[in-house]
């Protein structure tokens, strides 16, 4: 079936990478001189990526095609075209963010993500949404230090922020935070928001649930770019690992999203002298109907 489309796709030779919205394949380690303090950082840059709106539209067209193309044969070719709803967010500094832990743990707010989509969808050729993946791309290093990903003491975090039930549905999003901010703290975040219903994600405790995305590599100052893909538990099946990549599963977190939320990503860098340097942050989460 792939090769009948390829004769007819005009961009099956381009690379994924240079698409908009895609993930891209981890990219061959680059070195990075000494990282001085961020002077200006790049907006939150959006991404092509199409809505549900696009998404049924298209559908649309091709099955009104002469003959018509039946609905299962145009899910086909959306489904290999990659074109579904997708939302993506990314930091690229103009130079290298940091942060550094003189003892106490240290945060970096790097990535305010997408807000999750409502799943109730209606309209011509519509179809109520799922999360299929949440994906982070990293472009990290520490401060330098020889070893692997074990214990390392640079990581990145993700978060879950969610409005309360009895505030308005319609109630405006927290207001945006300049990304790449190093004084910040999730108490702190969450401190400025409660009072208009805002706040983590908390378990049976109170405590704020945080997800483990990705450790640095302790290693040389080289930097290493890690893209880490999260499903739905029960399709999680991640493949056994020869040895430790140092990234983290995510159990729990795509099925504990829901309309409405905003992921977080963070930088941590724990006890003296450790470091976290950071080129590139993404986050997509990808949808299917």
């Not at 006890?271 to 590139?280: C, I, L, R, S």
Request: charged share 25%; aromatic share 12%; with cysteine.
């Amino acid at each position: 079936m792939s090769s009948f489309f390829q004769r007819f796709n005009p961009f099956a030779s381009i690379s994924p990478a240079i698409i908009p919205g895609a993930l891209s394949e981890p990219a061959q380690e680059s070195r990075s001189g000494d990282a001085t303090e961020p002077t200006a950082i790049i907006p939150n840059t959006p991404c092509y990526s199409p809505s549900p709106t696009d998404v049924g539209h298209v559908r649309g067209m091709l099955k009104s095609t002469k003959p018509a193309l039946p609905t299962e044969l145009a899910d086909i070719i959306l489904d290999y075209a990659d074109y579904c709803v997708k939302d993506v967010v990314t930091f690229v500094p103009s130079s290298t963010f940091y942060i550094s832990s003189r003892g106490p743990g240290k945060y970096g707010l790097l990535v305010k993500g997408p807000v999750i989509r409502k799943f109730e969808q209606d309209g011509p050729e519509l179809r109520d949404l799922r999360i299929e993946s949440v994906g982070f791309e990293i472009a990290s290093h520490d401060q330098g230090w020889g070893g692997t990903y074990r214990c390392a003491f640079s990581w990145f975090e993700a978060m879950i922020f969610r409005r309360r039930g009895d505030f308005k549905a319609e109630q405006e999003l927290p207001s945006d935070l300049n990304m790449g901010d190093n004084n910040i703290t999730p108490a702190d975040y969450s401190d400025a928001h409660r009072s208009s219903g805002w706040d983590f994600l908390r378990d049976e405790d109170g405590k704020e649930l945080k997800w483990h995305v990705q450790n640095n590599r302790v290693s040389e100052r080289t930097t290493h770019t890690h893209r880490i893909l999260w499903v739905p538990d029960d399709e999680h099946r991640r493949e056994e690992q020869t040895e430790d990549d140092g990234s983290g599963s995510g159990e729990g977190f795509v099925r504990a999203l829901q309309p409405g939320d905003v992921i977080f990503l963070w930088a941590r860098a724990m006890y003296p002298n450790w470091a976290n340097y950071v080129e590139k942050a993404m986050i997509e989460v990808i949808y299917s109907d």
